[in-house]
Nanobody, 123 residues
Framework: QVQLVESGGGLVQAGGSLRLACTASRRTINLFDTIGWFRQAPGKEREFVAAVIGTGGELTHYADFTEGRFTASRGKVPNTGFLQMNSLRVEDTAVYYC??????????????WGQGTQVTVSS
């Protein structure tokens, strides 16, 4: 069973940046064609943030609200991914989750999930 772990969350002021990382317990071979990012704010449903497809990050998808502020990428180490978040807003406050799939995915259908990392943006 592959486990995913997110890191890089924290408290940041509005306008600041954070870089989230997603690492898998197995990093010797590529298991994921897609690494996705989701978030869940208090009292709201989990929503799609971004997805990066291909071990080299050949294709990316973003939710409209990212508005060019977020960049999803793949790491050189197999089964790792990153979410660079710039120009953060208070409304970006949420628990951020990474997800992995051996198949091409966008906003649903992921088989593997991390436990989440808290991102808090203060005004």
């Amino acid at each position: 069973q592959v486990q995913l772990v997110e890191s890089g969350g924290g408290l940041v002021q509005a306008g600041g940046s954070l870089r989230l990382a997603c690492t898998a317990s197995r990093r010797t071979i590529n298991l994921f064609d897609t690494i996705g990012w989701f978030r869940q704010a208090p009292g709201k449903e989990r929503e799609f943030v971004a997805a990066v497809i291909g071990t080299g990050g050949e294709l990316t998808h973003y939710a409209d609200f990212t508005e060019g502020r977020f960049t999803a990428s793949r790491g050189k180490v197999p089964n790792t991914g990153f979410l660079q978040m710039n120009s953060l807003r208070v409304e970006d406050t949420a628990v951020y989750y990474c997800a992995g799939s051996p198949f091409q995915r966008r906003d649903r259908g992921y088989e593997y999930w991390g436990q989440g990392t808290q991102v808090t943006v203060s005004s």
